[in-house]
């Protein structure tokens, strides 16, 4: 019966997740279908999200639904997002309270290449590689060439299980025939942080 209940629980973090993020980037870019879902996401301003990323101006943030487990852990989820003439950045975060932790899962098409609705359209995927501390490929999107990655951080420990205190998904993207820097991805990535 526990390990029953377990499987419930996990299958409702991974179900929440997807439509969290699908969700979350649908009302980034505007297209959101179901506008009482949109209704459930509110645009803040960007110092009072727990995602910090110093240094990018003009950074549309919004707070998302909060969701509880049915051991009453609650995850928090974030959004941050820009779009100009040289670059794009989306990035969510989902973070959880002190003493709860998230699971991720070791399918790596599932977090990298199948968390993004849009990234089903993606073409030219490269081989999936470690930066900055994140697990991602390179692709083509809309023409601009992009790194999409997650990276959970930091581990966290109960006394029944092991996981995480925030998990990040974001993809940083140049616009058109630009070539993809290595070294700008990176401190793309090593700039973003998750505030306790």
Known sequence: MARNRAAVEE????????????LCLAVLL????????????NDIDCSQSKLEIPGFRDLKCQRGPDWESTRGCVAENYLAGSQSG?????????????????????????EIKTYFSWAANASGWGSYRELAGATGATM?????????????????????????????????????????????????????QVKE
């Not at 299958?11 to 439509?19: H, Q």
């Not at 002190?98 to 098409?109: E, G, V």
């Not at 109960?158 to 070539?179: D, I, K, P």
Request: aromatic letters at 10%; proline letters at 3%.
């Open 86 to 110: 040289d670059f794009t950045l989306q990035l969510t975060a989902i973070r959880t309270w002190k003493n709860c932790l998230i699971k991720t899962s070791s399918d790596l098409d599932y």
């Open 30 to 41: 505007g297209g959101v279908s179901d506008p009482a879902r949109a209704s459930d996401w």
């Open 140 to 192: 083509i999107n809309r023409g601009d060439n992009c790194f999409t990655f997650y990276k959970p951080g930091p581990a966290r420990n109960t006394s029944e299980e092991s996981g995480f205190a925030w998990v990040l998904h974001g993809v940083f993207c140049v616009a058109g025939t630009r070539t993809l820097d290595d070294q700008a991805v990176a401190s793309f990535i090593n700039s973003i």
């Open 11 to 22: 299958l409702g973090k991974v179900t929440m997740r997807k439509i969290s993020l699908a």
